[in-house]
C-alpha cells in the first residue's frame, strides 16, 4: 500500500496531502488499519512527529475502546524506557517474534563457536540443522504447515493476553481488597 504524507499545523489539524483533506486521529487508524504506511510531518519545520502521532493515535483508541492494551504492556514499555534503544528494539522482538528472535540468536552464538575454531564447519551445519526451526528459516519450504503454525501461534498468543489481563484484574481486586 501507499505512504500517506500528513501535514500537522500549529492549529494542530493534520491535513492528508495524498486525499487532500484534513483528518483526525481516527482516519489515521483506519489508514494504517487498511495496510497503509503514514508519515507525519510539522508544516513549518518539517520534523517528523509520526512518532508523536501514533502514539496519540493509540491513546485516542484506548479512550474509546478501552481494554486495547494490558496495562501490563503499558508499564513495561515505560520501564524499558531507561533501556538502550537496542534493549528495547531487542525485547520488543522478542516479544512479537519469538522464534525469529530465538533462531537469530542460536546462529548468532553458534557462528561465535565456528570463528573461535570450538566447532568445525560439519559440525556447525549438523548444529544450525538440528536446532534451528526450518519453516522460521525457510518459510516457504512448507507454506501450509508454516500458515497452520502461525494460527496455532495467534491463538496460543491471544490465550496468554487472556490470561495475563485476568491475572491483572485479579491483582487489582486484591490490592483494592481490605486488608484483614
Same mark, same amino acid.
Given at each position: 500500500?501507499?505512504?500517506?504524507?500528513?501535514?500537522? %499545523?500549529?492549529?494542530?489539524?493534520? %491535513?492528508?496531502?495524498?486525499?487532500?483533506? %484534513?483528518?483526525?486521529?481516527?482516519?489515521?487508524?483506519? %489508514?494504517?488499519?487498511?495496510?497503509? &504506511?503514514?508519515?507525519?510531518?510539522?508544516?513549518?519545520?518539517?520534523?517528523?512527529?509520526?512518532?508523536?502521532? $501514533?502514539?496519540?493515535?493509540?491513546?485516542?483508541?484506548?479512550? #474509546? $475502546?478501552?481494554?486495547?492494551?494490558?496495562?501490563?504492556?503499558?508499564?513495561? !514499555?515505560?520501564?524499558?524506557?531507561?533501556?538502550?534503544?537496542?534493549?528495547? &528494539?531487542?525485547?520488543?522482538?522478542?516479544?512479537?517474534?519469538?522464534?525469529?528472535?530465538?533462531?537469530?540468536?542460536?546462529?548468532?552464538?553458534?557462528?561465535?563457536?565456528?570463528? #573461535?575454531?570450538?566447532? &568445525?564447519?560439519?559440525?556447525?551445519?549438523?548444529?544450525?540443522?538440528?536446532?534451528?526451526?526450518?519453516?522460521?528459516?525457510?518459510?516457504?519450504?512448507?507454506?501450509?504447515?508454516? &500458515? !497452520?503454525?502461525?494460527?496455532?501461534?495467534?491463538?496460543?498468543?491471544?490465550? $496468554?493476553?487472556?490470561?495475563?489481563?485476568?491475572?491483572?484484574?485479579?491483582?487489582?481486586? !486484591?490490592?483494592?481488597?481490605?486488608?484483614?
Amino acid at each position: 500500500m501507499a505512504e500517506i504524507q500528513i501535514k500537522r %499545523y500549529n492549529n494542530r489539524k493534520l %491535513y492528508d496531502t495524498v486525499n487532500r483533506c %484534513y483528518v483526525t486521529l481516527e482516519d489515521i487508524a483506519d %489508514y494504517i488499519a487498511n495496510g497503509n &504506511s503514514v508519515r507525519v510531518v510539522d508544516h513549518e519545520s518539517g520534523q517528523d512527529l509520526t512518532t508523536m502521532i $501514533l502514539a496519540q493515535v493509540i491513546v485516542d483508541q484506548e479512550r #474509546r $475502546l478501552g481494554g486495547l492494551i494490558p496495562r501490563a504492556l503499558l508499564t513495561r !514499555l515505560i520501564r524499558i524506557g531507561e533501556m538502550r534503544l537496542e534493549d528495547l &528494539s531487542e525485547s520488543l522482538q522478542a516479544f512479537l517474534a519469538p522464534q525469529e528472535f530465538v533462531n537469530r540468536h542460536i546462529r548468532l552464538r553458534l557462528e561465535r563457536l565456528r570463528a #573461535r575454531g570450538d566447532l &568445525s564447519e560439519e559440525e556447525f551445519e549438523r548444529w544450525l540443522i538440528s536446532l534451528l526451526d526450518p519453516e522460521i528459516e525457510n518459510p516457504e519450504a512448507r507454506p501450509e504447515k508454516a &500458515s !497452520l503454525a502461525s494460527e496455532k501461534n495467534n491463538a496460543e498468543i491471544d490465550h $496468554l493476553w487472556r490470561e495475563l489481563e485476568a491475572l491483572e484484574r485479579a491483582v487489582d481486586a !486484591l490490592a483494592r481488597s481490605p486488608k484483614a
